[in-house]
């Protein structure tokens, strides 16, 4: 499962090595932060040095956090046996519909009506999403490669340019609750290139997986975009929504050394609704299965490693000292914007850094501010196929209202203002 992870990092020019050298990248696929051999590298990193998970990574991850958060775009769920009564009256109201159940440690899932399930033990009962939409007769998902390079100001960006989608491995009709194999996408699961009405797209006239299926969703008359529009704001929602307790993590820890990509699975009904099925850490990249999707994987690794800076650091052996090399990929000239408010009288002296929309002026920049708006300047040149989601790109983003009356912590706020003062000076920047 590592196999593309190591080729990349080697063709960019690192090589492995072991704790006690001095180290640029940790890359771990469990969760570093409970192991004790990990434990004294994480608490006293250097500035460069980077590991590929955030403290508190589970808030997402988590099979039951995630589904018992009442987040929209999630099928409601019901955490046992704290909010059994809460699930019975549920069902009660709606005797139609089938349920899933669930927990963290078993992957598997059965459809099966509310009689029929164990309400006892740690679990949680989910509603199944019903008419799902089909092609080839088939059920699928979309998993969405999301990186988040900071928490606080949150910034998060989205794969633009493909996505993994996966067929089940037999036609869902006839339905049969008991073959979870028409309902249930696996590590079998059937590719695009042998989907029979996306093969030709995707293999003769080799458009991505992405594109094939908004080709074939556009022939039959639906319009793909809100599905695209409708999973942008629900990669926004989770995070948000957890962005407290990630803050509470961090306060033992320097915000500059973490970065994670997950990947967001979602199903799709008849009608082109989404729904958010679960969030991956350190999602599966290897290719044994379906050895086409290895380029896939080691181009989303690339342009990973290209946004949180690992594939386009300075060697340290460049003459000249650290300060003059950081001035050299950006300078504090490159951060500035809104020239005619930092000008002016509104903003102009010192005490004037109060004033929210002044403190993204150079006299009133924090030093921790000096160092986000720097590395989102870097995020976005080299983001390659990442495109930012939060904060929203001002092509999908209403106007930012005064602090006042927005629903953003402070910090994402100015981070808002600043992108869109970016944006304004230079379009590149509004997406």
């Not at 139609?96 to 740690?122: D, F």
């Amino acid at each position: 499962y590592l196999d593309h992870v190591l080729a990349v990092f080697k063709r960019i020019g690192y090589r492995r090595g072991g704790p006690d050298e001095d180290w640029d990248v940790i890359w771990c696929h469990e969760y570093p932060f409970m192991d004790p051999k990990l434990t004294p590298h994480l608490i006293s990193m250097k500035p460069h040095q980077k590991i590929n998970h955030w403290p508190g990574g589970g808030y997402v991850t988590n099979k039951m956090s995630l589904a018992t958060s009442e987040i929209h775009f999630v099928p409601q769920a019901f955490r046992l046996p704290q909010e059994r009564e809460d699930l019975l009256r549920h069902a009660k109201s709606n005797p139609k519909k089938m349920w899933v159940q669930k927990n963290n440690n078993h992957r598997g899932i059965k459809i099966r009506p509310l009689n029929q399930l164990t309400l006892t033990g740690e679990s949680f009962v989910q509603e199944y999403v019903e008419n799902p939409f089909l092609i080839d007769g088939r059920k699928f998902d979309i998993g969405i490669y999301t990186v988040v390079t900071s928490i606080n100001p949150l910034r998060m960006y989205m794969y633009e340019e493909e996505a993994l989608f996966r067929y089940c491995s037999k036609e869902y009709h006839p339905f049969d609750p008991y073959d979870v194999d028409k309902y249930v996408v696996d590590e079998d699961y059937t590719p695009t290139w042998e989907m029979p009405s996306l093969m030709d797209t995707y293999n003769r006239l080799q458009y991505s997986h992405k594109d094939t299926w908004n080709h074939y969703v556009r022939s039959i008359g639906k319009d793909p975009s809100g599905v695209w529009r409708d999973i942008k704001t629900s990669l926004r929602e989770v995070y948000l929504s957890k962005e407290p307790l990630f803050i509470e993590q961090l306060r033992n820890y320097n915000f500059k050394n973490f970065f994670e990509m997950v990947r967001f699975d979602f199903v799709v009904d008849e009608d082109l609704n989404i729904f958010l099925m679960e969030v991956n850490m350190s999602p599966n990249m290897a290719s044994g299965h379906t050895p086409p999707n290895k380029f896939m994987y080691e181009q989303v690794l690339f342009n990973l490693l290209n946004l949180v800076g690992v594939a386009r650091s300075i060697p340290t052996t460049l003459e000249g000292s650290p300060d003059d090399q950081n001035k050299m990929v950006v300078s504090d000239r490159d951060i500035q914007v809104y020239p005619d408010l930092c000008t002016s009288d509104t903003c102009r002296a010192t005490t004037s850094c109060v004033n929210m929309y002044c403190k993204l002026c150079e006299h009133c920049l924090t030093p921790d501010w000096r160092d986000h708006l720097k590395a989102a300047f870097m995020e976005h040149v080299g983001r390659r196929n990442f495109r930012r989601v939060c904060p929203v790109p001002m092509g999908e983003a209403s106007n930012l209202k005064p602090p006042s009356e927005s629903s953003l912590s402070e910090a994402n706020w100015l981070m808002d203002l600043w992108f869109r003062g970016k944006c304004h000076r230079d379009p590149a920047w509004c997406t």
